[in-house]
């Protein structure tokens, strides 16, 4: 079973700074997807990364994964109150392998943006 | 409009109470999944169905029982539940069995076990 790491686990920061945040494991993968979950809702798909390197930009957040497709990194800038959430990575699948679709979620971290 | 509608949103149950919990989708997804979230803790999956059979039962307890009569509704039925079962219930669904879809989730139900 592949594991996630996420860091930090708690964010604490004040609007209209930048912050990054991390997600690694000790293997590769063959995609990650970025989700983001709101006190109260289920989670929210972001982005899907697949090709290492890749980098993707949705508004104020850049997505990366990494050459070895091992770790990502979520990286906003010019944070907003609206970004206040839990930000979760997840693997689908095994680079060397098949999985027929299972999702395994990182820890997540908590992100207070103060206005 | 998230696509996927679960109910309850919020269920409180004794520990002899028997209750379901229901999610339903409108997506035309083939794969329909139950996971767990509790505090401090990774969401936990607990059980996958696709193309409306069980792929996957990831050890979950007897007292938790899944059933898919379609594909477009997944309900999870509750029965002597212990305290430590209090979480938030999500489900989702995806349209493939690969290694890139993304999932959809519902809302949750928030459950506590009195």
């Known amino acids: 079973t592949q594991l996630l790491e996420q860091s930090p686990q708690f964010l604490s920061i004040q609007e209209g700074e930048n912050l990054t945040v991390y997600c690694n494991s000790s293997?590769?993968?063959?995609?990650l997807q970025w989700y983001r979950q709101e006190p109260g809702e289920g989670p929210v798909l972001l982005v899907t990364?697949?090709?290492?390197?890749e980098v993707k930009k949705l508004k104020r957040l850049t997505f990366q994964f990494g050459d070895a497709r091992k770790d990502s990194s979520l990286h906003i800038t010019a944070a907003q109150t609206g970004d206040t959430g839990l930000y979760l990575c997840?693997?689908?699948?095994?680079?060397?392998?098949?999985?027929?679709?299972?999702?395994?979620f990182g820890q997540g971290t908590i992100l207070t943006v103060h206005p | 409009e998230t696509g996927v509608t679960q109910t309850p949103r919020h269920l409180v149950m004794g520990m002899t109470n028997k209750k379901s919990l229901k999610c339903e989708q409108h997506?035309?997804?083939?794969?329909m999944y139950w996971y767990k979230q509790s505090a401090k803790k990774p969401l936990e999956l607990m059980f996958v169905?696709?193309?409306?059979?069980?792929?996957e039962n990831n050890s979950v307890p007897s007292r938790f029982s899944p059933e898919c009569p379609n594909s477009s509704h997944l309900f999870l039925h509750l029965h002597t539940l212990q305290p430590e079962d209090s979480a938030l219930y999500l489900c989702?669904?995806?349209?493939?069995?690969?290694?890139?879809?993304?999932?959809?989730f519902g809302s949750g139900t928030r459950l506590t076990v009195v």
């Open positions: 997506l035309g997804h083939n794969a």
């Open positions: 989702a669904s995806s349209q493939d069995r690969g290694t890139r879809g993304g999932y959809t």
């Open positions: 990364v697949v090709t290492g390197g």
């Open positions: 997840a693997l689908r699948g095994n680079a060397g392998g098949t999985s027929y679709g299972k999702l395994t």
């Open positions: 169905y696709s193309l409306e059979e069980r792929v």
């Open positions: 293997s590769v993968f063959s995609s």
